[in-house]
């Protein structure tokens, strides 16, 4: 079993940075890949930021110039470094991990941090 803790979510003004931080722990032997997804109001959960064995890293467009993932593995855990913020990154942002396989959908969801970006 696997567990995920998102934190580092909050209130900022546009144009500032956030670092969200995602803690895993449990049984990690498995994991291929780590992914940063976002689900604002109203809208389908999308992509955010992977980064895959061999530290691979892959973004959406929206967000490739101004948000930078990283692990750590001796913590292990994922960030998610944001600067540049915009209203429109308003969300709440989940981590998600690629099990056994670098092909294999993300999964074992954490609660997620609320990331609210005012004008």
């Known amino acids: 079993q696997i567990q995920l803790v998102e934190s580092g979510g909050g209130l900022v003004q546009a144009g500032g940075s956030l670092r969200l931080s995602c803690v895993i722990s449990g049984s990690t032997f498995d994991i291929r890949g780590f992914g940063w997804y976002r689900q604002a109001p109203g809208k389908q959960r999308e992509f955010v930021a992977s980064i895959l064995v061999g530290d691979i890293t892959n973004y959406a467009d929206s967000v490739k110039t101004r948000f930078t993932i990283s692990r750590d593995r001796a913590k292990n855990t994922v960030d998610l470094q944001m600067n540049s913020l915009k209203p429109e990154d308003t969300a709440v942002y989940y981590c998600?991990?690629?099990?056994?396989?670098?092909?294999?959908?993300?999964?074992?969801w954490g609660q997620g941090t609320q990331v609210t970006v005012s004008s």
């Open positions: 998600g991990v690629k099990r056994d396989s670098v092909y294999a959908p993300f999964g074992s």
